[in-house]
């Protein structure tokens, strides 16, 4: 089964409006290999935006997050209705989100059901933290995250969904998982979105690896088979390795 790589970035809470079309115009005119996908998530602020810059050019829009209702009373929160029919991606489950806001597998499903319903396209993220790992805990506490993400969730929907493996202690850190761990991980994913649904979605679904990917080990990351891209961050805040990074994808296509 052939799937198209995938390379997002995730800014996070990182650029102003302006800086933000300035990297997204980098990348809008920067070279990119055939068949790779490439999305941006820039904060919720610079989405609409960005829009206007990256149209034609391919490049996907996501957003970092998304609420699990379509409106009401949830000050602050953005409302999968009001991201429908012109942004492409929503990312649920970030380390990031779960770890620091707090936000529970029940909520990241929520977040993931509700979007879907819209026709938007999700990356959900899952991945154990540094003691978790020392634990030799990673395999059963993805395997929780993905069964609570994707429990009843529409079979046909899984086309519009993407998995990214994040191990908390990579995000950031500068110590990137090896690719034979990461692909020991993703290969694990693969096999339980098969006992979820069947083989056909666990062969069709896109896992991408995520934490401290560079220019320099990318390559490396997604040449294994159970690796069809990368989630970034730090380093797509930088077009011209983010760029790179893209090219990475294109060779292990
Ligand atoms: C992320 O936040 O999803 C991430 C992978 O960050 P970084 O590439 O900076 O480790």
Redesign the pocket.
Known sequence: MQRIPLVAG?W?MNTTVPEALDKARELVDGERPEGVEVAVLPPFTHLWPMREVLHGSGIALGAQDVFWEDSGAFTGEVSPASLSGWCDYVLVG???RRHLLGETDEQVHDKLARALTHDLRAIV?VGETLDESEAGETLEVVHRQIDAAFTGIERAAMARCVV?Y?PVW????GRTATPELAQEVCHALRVRLGRLFDADVAAATRILY????TAGNAAELFAQADIDGG??????LKPAEFLQVVAAAGGAA
């Open positions: 995730n996070k970030h380390s990031e993220a990214a994040e990579a995000i950031g850190t995520g934490g401290s990917v989630l970034v961050g730090g380093v797509s």
